[in-house]
């Protein structure tokens, strides 16, 4: 993700590409189920008490997104995170209870879900 702090210390290429973030909950999970919108999803997830632990994988804008970065503009949740190594083994901590959500780029989220409900 482009923002000014980082400009200092990379050399961006011109954008061509744009990734949305998701939030990947379990299927049990309806806590989203009436959101139509981002803003709606957002407004849930600032809703959201510290007893709520969102999985994200380190370094990223989903970690960014949930701890705030003043550089990038967001403000945090009071939600805790917790960091991965990478999507696919914060969506086991998902699966396995251990965290309540996930936030990812949506191109890894689906291809991440799509192996995961073919061996369910």
């Known amino acids: 993700t482009v923002s000014p702090t980082?400009?200092?210390?990379v050399q961006f290429s011109d954008s061509y590409y744009n990734a949305s973030q998701v939030v990947v909950a379990r299927g049990d999970?309806?806590?989203?189920?009436?959101?139509?919108?981002?803003?709606?999803v957002e407004e849930v997830l600032k809703g959201l008490g510290s007893d709520v632990t969102?999985?994200?994988?380190?370094?990223t804008t989903g970690q960014f997104y949930v701890d705030g970065d003043e550089g990038l503009g967001f403000e945090g949740l009071t939600a805790q995170?917790?960091?991965y190594q990478n999507a696919s083994l914060a969506m086991q901590d998902l699966i396995n209870?251990?965290?309540n959500y996930v936030i990812v780029d949506i191109a890894p989220a689906?291809?991440?879900?799509?192996?995961?409900?073919?061996?369910?």
Do not use: L, W
Not at 6 to 9: G, P, S
Not at 110 to 120: H, P
């Open 6 to 9: 980082r400009e200092e210390y």
């Open 29 to 40: 999970d309806t806590t989203f189920d009436s959101c139509t919108t981002a803003e709606e």
């Open 54 to 59: 969102i999985g994200c994988q380190t370094g």
């Open 81 to 83: 995170s917790r960091g």
């Open 97 to 99: 209870g251990n965290i």
């Open 110 to 120: 689906e291809k991440i879900t799509e192996a995961i409900n073919a061996v369910a």
